[in-house]
C-alpha cells in the first residue's frame, strides 16, 4: 500500500508560478515511477509528467519549457514546478506512484491549481 499526499496547490495569477510536491508513505521499499496527471474541468485526467527512480522523464509536450518535475528518492518525494502558468493549466492535479515490484498505481487526492485571467 502507497498512501500519497500532494501539496502546493492554489489561486495564482496567470504568468505566475506554483511548486507541487507529493510525498508517498506506506509499506513499500522503493518506488518506481512517480508523476502527475491533471483534469481539467470537463476534461479527462492527461499526463502531465512523470519520472523514474534513475530520472527518465516522460512530460507531455505541450508543457515543456514551462513545467519541471523532479523527484528526491531519500525522501519519497516527486515535485512539479509550474511556470508561466496558463488559465487552461487550470485543475485538479493527482500525484501517482508505482511501487518498484508492482503493476499497480496509486493515487493521491488531488490537488486543486486555478490559474486566474
Known amino acids: 500500500q502507497v498512501q500519497l499526499v500532494e501539496s502546493g496547490g492554489g489561486l495564482v495569477q496567470a504568468g505566475g508560478s506554483l511548486r507541487l510536491s507529493c510525498v508517498a508513505s506506506g509499506s513499500f521499499s522503493s518506488l518506481g515511477r512517480m508523476g502527475w496527471y491533471r483534469q481539467g474541468p470537463g476534461k479527462q485526467r492527461e499526463l502531465v509528467a512523470t519520472?523514474?527512480?534513475?530520472?527518465?522523464?516522460i512530460i507531455d509536450d505541450s508543457l515543456k519549457g514551462r513545467f519541471t518535475i523532479s523527484r528526491e528518492n531519500a525522501k519519497n518525494t516527486v515535485y512539479l514546478q509550474m511556470n508561466s502558468l496558463l488559465p487552461e493549466d487550470t485543475g485538479v492535479y493527482y500525484c501517482?506512484?508505482?511501487?518498484?515490484?508492482?503493476?499497480?498505481?496509486?493515487w493521491g487526492q488531488g490537488t486543486q491549481v486555478t490559474v486566474s485571467s
Open positions: 501517482m506512484a508505482r511501487p518498484g515490484n508492482s503493476r499497480d498505481d496509486y
Open positions: 519520472i523514474s527512480r534513475g530520472g527518465d522523464i
